[in-house]
């Protein structure tokens, strides 16, 4: 079966995830994963919740559309751990096969919010929980997804803004519409520290591979510098260090639900 490719593996996301990590590992002890636990982590990039679950005890699985970023998960160990290339929206998994079904700042860029926590759904036992963590409207991610599309293609008609998943009442809803109800949420954050401001840009840029995807068009167009300046000034408004580092919080809503 031919499997679309996405634009993440573009770049240097692992840097990304590498700073992510603490998110996984919140989830994780959220839903209490431990020794044989059946763990899927869906859209699992380089595997930071299936690795989290794994040094756990669990029996886990990750699953992710970009072989690269699988090559990094497998690179880094997790004994047992499986891992395979798959659509969010049509999971290469058993039905009702996992006791924890996790998708750490994943199936929120699902091109289709229902179809994948239907997905999610289909595939949590029936005594399972469904545990995701998605960045809320109004933090950093999104501000930084909102500067960088001024320079992007538009996104396709009828997508919805990844942080719906990050937001109760939205996720909620998505949820409802697969028969999932939340059980408890959380406002949880991640710090990224830099030593100074272009240090924060550059990292920014190197790991979004949807800007990188664009960036020999932009440089053509003379828009590249342009992007770096505007990325430049969101670090700036955003930085709440109070010394000489910069200091970047991430903010995101973890939400576990039962079916
Ligand atoms: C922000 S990264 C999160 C990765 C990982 N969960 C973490 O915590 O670092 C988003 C991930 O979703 C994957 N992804 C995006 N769309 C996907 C889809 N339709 N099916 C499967 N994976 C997808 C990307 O390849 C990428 O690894």
């Known amino acids: 079966m031919s499997l679309p490719t996405t634009t993440w ?13 603490p998110a996984a590992e919140v989830a994780a002890d959220s839903v209490g994963v431990g020794s044989g636990t059946r763990l899927l982590d869906v859209a699992c990039g380089t595997g930071n919740l299936a690795l989290a679950a794994a040094e756990r005890g669990a029996v886990a699985t990750g699953l992710d559309l970009e072989e690269r970023l699988l090559q990094i998960a497998r690179s880094r160990g997790g004994g047992q751990t499986t891992w395979r ?8 998994a058993e039905s009702a ?13 699902a091109a289709d919010h229902e179809a994948a926590a239907a997905e999610l759904a289909r595939v949590c036992a029936p005594d399972g929980r469904v545990v995701s963590a998605a960045w809320t409207p109004d933090s950093f ?7 960088a599309s001024r320079f992007l293609p538009p996104p396709p008609s009828g997508a919805q803004p990844p942080s ?34 272009g240090a924060a840009t550059d990292f920014l840029i190197r790991t ?3 800007v990188l995807a664009e960036r ?36 995101y809503l973890l939400a576990i639900a039962t079916k």
Do not use: H
């Open 9 to 21: 593996g573009i770049g240097e996301y692992e840097l990304m995830a590498e700073r992510l990590r």
């Open 208 to 210: 979004a591979g949807n």
């Open 164 to 197: 719906r998943w990050g937001e109760e009442t939205a996720l909620s809803e998505i949820f409802a519409s697969a028969a999932l109800r939340i059980e408890s949420t959380g406002d949880e954050t991640i710090e990224l520290r830099f030593t100074d401001r």
């Open 85 to 92: 290339r798959s659509e969010l929206l049509e999971l290469d």
């Open 97 to 109: 096969a996992f006791d924890v079904v996790g998708s750490i700042f994943g199936a929120m860029y």
């Open 141 to 147: 991610m999104p501000a930084f997804g909102r500067v």
């Open 216 to 251: 020999r068009g932009l440089e053509q167009g003379g828009r590249w510098e342009e992007l770096r300046r505007a990325v430049a000034e969101l670090v700036c408004e955003r930085d709440s260090s109070e010394g000489e580092q910069v200091l970047l919080t991430l903010s």
